[in-house]
C-alpha cells in the first residue's frame, strides 16, 4: 500500500492507496507527527510514501517519513513524472499543479486536459492528448478575493460566499457576492470556450477546496475529482518504483 500526503496551504490531504485504487481519504488541518503515526497503526503493511508540501517541512514528520517505509519520495521540479514537463521555469512550478495535471492524465489519457484547481488560488492548467503540460494562469481564489476588496480598501465589507446571489447587486454587499462569483464562473467557462477553439474536444476537470461550490454553476461540462492531485502523487510514486 501507498501512503500519499498533500500539504498544502490551509489542509493536508492524505490518501492510501493499493493497487492504484484509493483506500481511504483524510482532510486535516494540521496534521501532526502524532496524529500521522496514529492513522498509520490503522493501515499496517504500507510499504511505500509519497510528500509534496507548498512549504517547508517540520523535521520530524520528514524523519519519520524518510525511516518508516522502504521507498519514501519527496516531490520535487527534478523527480521523474510520467508526462513531459513543457513549463519554462520548472523550478518555479507548484508541485500541486503538476501532481494534478498528472492525475488528470491519468484518469483520461490521449485526452486535451483543463484542470482548473479552485482552492487558495485558482489555477488553470493545459494538458495535451500527448502528456506534455504546457503550463496555464494562476489568479485569486474565492476568499482572497473577498478578504483582498475589505482588507484593500477603506469601506467595502468582508462578505462570504452565498448559495444565491443576484446579476446585479443593489446593496454593497450584494454588489461584491456578485462582482467575485459572476467573475469567478465567467473566468472559468471563459477559459473552457476559449481553449475549445483550439481543443474542440478538451475535457476540462475541476478540483481544489471550492470544486463543490462552482460544479454546478459552469455551463460548460466539467468532471469534478477532489482528489485528483492525491491521485497524480500516487502515479508518480508508482512511476518512480518501476523505474527502480
Known amino acids: 500500500m501507498n501512503l500519499v500526503l498533500d500539504i498544502g496551504n490551509s489542509r493536508t490531504k492524505v490518501a492510501i492507496f493499493s493497487k492504484g485504487e484509493m483506500l481511504s481519504y483524510f482532510v486535516f488541518n494540521d496534521l501532526s507527527l502524532n496524529g500521522l503515526i496514529e492513522l498509520m497503526e490503522e493501515f499496517p503493511g504500507t510499504e511505500r510514501a509519497i510528500l509534496s508540501a507548498v512549504a517547508s517541512v517540520h523535521s520530524p514528520l520528514l524523519d519519520y517519513l524518510k525511516n518508516s517505509f522502504q521507498t519514501f519520495l519527496e516531490l520535487k521540479p527534478q523527480t521523474p513524472i510520467p508526462i513531459i514537463n513543457g513549463y519554462r521555469t520548472p523550478e518555479t512550478l507548484g508541485l500541486d499543479r503538476l501532481a494534478a495535471a498528472v492525475g488528470a492524465h491519468t484518469l483520461f489519457p490521449n485526452k486535451d486536459l483543463l484542470v482548473i484547481d479552485a482552492g487558495t488560488a485558482v489555477t488553470f492548467d493545459l494538458i495535451e492528448r500527448n502528456g506534455v503540460f504546457l503550463g496555464g494562469n494562476i489568479s485569486p481564489g474565492l476568499r482572497s478575493r473577498f478578504r483582498s476588496l475589505h482588507e484593500f480598501t477603506q469601506y467595502l465589507p468582508l462578505v462570504e460566499e452565498a448559495d444565491h446571489w443576484p446579476l446585479i447587486g443593489q446593496t454593497t454587499e450584494e454588489a461584491?457576492?456578485?462582482?467575485?462569483?459572476?467573475?469567478?464562473?465567467?473566468?472559468?467557462?471563459?477559459?473552457?470556450?476559449?481553449?475549445?477553439?483550439?481543443?474542440?474536444?478538451?475535457?476540462?476537470?475541476?478540483?481544489?477546496?471550492?470544486?463543490?461550490?462552482?460544479?454546478?454553476?459552469?455551463?460548460?461540462?466539467?468532471?469534478?475529482?477532489?482528489?485528483?492531485?492525491?491521485?497524480?502523487?500516487?502515479?508518480?510514486?508508482?512511476y518512480n518504483v518501476e523505474k527502480l
Not at 467557462?189 to 474536444?201: A, S, T
Not at 454546478?216 to 492525491?230: D, G, Y
Open 176 to 238: 461584491i457576492r456578485a462582482g467575485v462569483l459572476n467573475g469567478m464562473v465567467l473566468e472559468m467557462d471563459g477559459m473552457i470556450d476559449l481553449l475549445k477553439k483550439k481543443y474542440p474536444e478538451i475535457q476540462p476537470v475541476l478540483t481544489g477546496g471550492d470544486a463543490g461550490f462552482f460544479e454546478r454553476r459552469l455551463k460548460n461540462h466539467i468532471f469534478a475529482k477532489f482528489e485528483i492531485t492525491l491521485i497524480g502523487l500516487n502515479r508518480i510514486l508508482e
